[in-house]
């Protein structure tokens, strides 16, 4: 009901496979006179929604350009990431809002704007999009309490935003981790033996995914196993993805192999099989993989087969929305519960449930070694579905947050099974009411903790922006409504509160408020946002500048070495000459990555951000700032006062070149377009 009411912005954390899909559903049969807008950021994701609305018979349109025409009959209109950003789509979607109000923005999925970002320029500044007076219902299964705040900014929701959250424990699935395979030889041949000594025990209607980290790998276990292969490759056409998931759905291929392009979206309710040929180096992604099983509630099995991986480090005071330090633990601690380590992530730090908790957990293989080797028999009595009573008031708990800050445990749970059912009894959907002990969850304990790793997403130069004091301790996650829910003590109790008017919000001075006032209010707030960033990036244009003129015909090796430079430049310096060829190697191992850095000239290093500070060149000879940059850094490092406070400055270890080469290649720290430049600012302005 707190998407259909519109009283304020939803964040819907729900268990894979726990039915959060239905909303957007609901919601849109339920408005006659309006529309919902959902945005899908995955192909797979998009070609399940149209397959599963299709199925359901609700009408819809899909936006692929300005001509696109809406009828009355559409409930919905999809539209990728990619091309809600786009000024067409824009102008389109305010000429339908003219004629039939956009009732609510709908992004499933929503973890990715945190952990896609920094290799998706479209979801860096998501909050751009909230151009109309709309509400926005963000779901996925997989968003930790600590990333609530970071959720909250990006997508710049209501002070007042309703969570709703369910515990996300999935007693159907076991989890298996296999012997380290040393080759890529042996991960194949591990991977494949693992599967036929499943799949002959499977019916007709179950299916195996096999998810691989690397393209090569992919490609060869597709042919050993005579299936297709589905990845997010530009050489892989939609229609041809399409065609893969169609042959795999339909049974043609029971097994596919797949990179994370196919882990989230695919609600196909009988995979028995899911396997990781290698080491999955986000717990994120992996929990959403591992979450395309057992979705019918019956038992299914997840193995990984390790083959290396390296796992960033965990900077100081920042969030590992990722997971990456839990994936680490997961797949190199001998000790500990396996589904404990992935609860805990996806429920909070102390909410982690292990398989001894409930009877209806299978156990993992840290829990029962020998299930390692055991064969799944699911033709016997282990294909029945797991007692869903008890699973919904053991490991199912909801919560709602309301906008009153207070916790209600008036909720409904759906399943992804009953959707059919709920589609038509939309009249009197089931519900539940269930009342359990709560605890509060504080994430961001420090005002300075930042997004890890801190990429481009970052360099919006976060202004100071004009908030309200109840906004601020949001951002903060001193306030945020933010509860997680125990296991225990689960009693049912009748719903005696009255409803309350739907159409309209009490702000905190007590006064109502229409929810049209709420979400207008919200979209003048992002456009001073955007006016605030706008001046922030032309504040940083002007920054550099003046750092860059300030060493214009300056030999910048000279500057570091405090050397008189006689009007030379560093490659010609002679305190520098030696080093040169050196110098000349190691820089080739500094690279950017459009997509996560922007456009930098290749010659000098600077971003071509603004014209006014750096235009395209086509020669080396035409670069205004070649051989300043990457000198300085050199000569940096190789002073060992400079380099220990650059290593205290940015919290980072520099024992190589190497590793700095890979620093100044990685994504940004906060308000940065490259580590290069922010290396090259700080010199400038605290040492010089």
């Known amino acids: 009901m707190a998407a259909v009411s519109r009283a304020s912005d939803v964040i819907c954390v729900l268990k894979t496979g726990g ?30 929604y149209q397959h599963r609305l299709d199925e359901l018979g609700i009408s819809y349109v899909v936006y692929t350009g300005p001509s696109i025409r809406v009828e009355r009959e559409h409930k919905l209109i999809i539209v990728s990431a990619d091309k809600a950003h786009t000024p067409d789509f824009l102008h389109f979607l305010h000429g339908v809002h003219m004629t039939r109000p956009v009732a609510r923005f709908v992004f499933d999925e929503v973890h990715l704007v945190i952990t896609a970002q920094h290799y998706r320029r479209t979801l860096q500044h998501i909050y751009e999009l909230r151009r109309i007076p709309a509400q926005w219902v963000l779901l996925s299964g997989t968003i930790p309490p600590s990333s609530l705040d970071t959720l909250t900014h990006n997508f710049h929701l209501h002070e007042h935003a309703v969570t709703i959250r369910e515990m996300t424990n999935r007693p159907e699935l076991q989890y298996l981790l296999q012997p380290r395979a040393h080759t890529d030889q042996q991960l194949i041949s591990d991977t494949t033996s693992i599967y036929r000594q499943h799949i002959h025990e499977f019916s007709s209607d179950d299916r195996v995914l096999i998810f691989v980290p690397r393209l090569d790998i992919g490609y060869q276990l597709a042919s050993d196993l005579g299936c297709d292969f ?45 396997i990781h040929a290698g080491t999955p180096l986000e717990m994120v992604n992996y929990v959403q993989e591992v979450g395309r099983a057992g979705r019918d509630g019956r038992r299914a099995s997840c193995y990984i087969v390790p083959r290396g991986v390296k796992f960033p480090p965990t900077p100081p005071g920042t969030i590992d929305h990722w997971g990456y330090g839990t994936m680490k633990d997961y797949v190199t601690n001998p000790l500990g519960c396996l589904r404990q380590k992935i609860t805990e992530f996806t429920d909070g730090f102390g909410n982690g449930v292990p398989c001894a908790a409930d009877p209806e957990n299978q156990r993992c293989s840290k829990c029962n070694p020998s299930a390692v080797s055991a064969p799944l028999h699911t033709s016997t009595s282990s294909s029945e579905p797991l007692n869903t009573e008890t699973i919904a008031l053991q490991t199912s708990n909801v919560f709602v947050s309301d906008p009153s800050g207070s916790s209600s445990s008036n909720a409904s749970l759906f399943s992804s099974s009953a959707m059919n059912r709920m589609i038509q009894n939309i009249s009197t959907p089931s519900s539940r009411d269930v009342v359990h002990p709560m605890s509060t969850f504080n994430s961001a304990s420090s005002n300075a903790a930042v997004d890890f790793p801190l990429s481009s997403s970052s360099f919006t130069m976060q202004p100071s922006l004009s908030l309200s004091s109840s906004q601020s301790s949001t951002l ?44 207008e209010e919200q979209v003048q707030r992002v ?14 244009v002007q920054r550099l500048t003046r750092a860059l003129y300030q060493i214009d015909h300056t030999c910048t090796a000279c500057l570091v070495l405090q050397e008189t430079s006689d009007n030379h430049t560093a490659n010609n310096c002679p305190h520098f000459r030696r080093s040169w060829s050196q110098h000349a190697q190691w820089r080739r191992g500094v690279n950017y990555k459009r997509h996560i850095h922007g456009a930098v000239c290749f010659y000098c290093h600077v971003p071509q951000m603004d014209d006014a500070l750096h235009t395209f060149v086509n020669s080396h000879l035409d670069c205004p700032f070649r051989d300043i940059i990457l000198p300085l850094i050199w000569c940096l490092y190789h002073n060992s006062e400079h380099r220990m406070a650059a290593e205290a400055f940015f919290h980072i270890s520099l024992p190589t070149l190497s590793t700095l080469a890979a620093w100044l290649s990685a994504p940004p720290v906060e308000g940065h377009p490259t580590n290069t430049m922010a290396l090259f600012l700080w010199f400038m302005e605290h040492c010089n």
């Open 19 to 48: 039915g959060k899909t239905i909303i957007p559903l609901v919601a849109a049969l339920l408005e006659e006179e309006q529309i919902s807008v959902v945005i899908p950021p995955l192909n797979s994701l998009h070609m399940d």
């Open 230 to 274: 589905f990845s997010g490759h530009e050489a892989v056409t939609q229609e041809e993805r399409r065609k893969m998931y169609q042959r795999w759905r339909n049974g043609d291929n029971r097994v596919l192999v797949c990179t994370c392009a196919f882990g989230a979206g695919n609600d196909y309710p009988a995979v028995r099989l899911t």
């Open 476 to 519: 903060s996650g001193s306030s945020h409504p933010r509860s997680v829910a125990s296991t225990s003590s689960i009693s049912s109790f009748p719903s005696s509160s009255p409803p309350t008017d739907i159409s309209e919000f009490s702000s905190p001075a007590g006064d109502k408020r229409s929810s049209h006032d709420v979400f």
């Open 527 to 540: 456009k001073r946002r955007r006016m605030s960033t706008s001046a922030a990036h032309h504040q940083y």
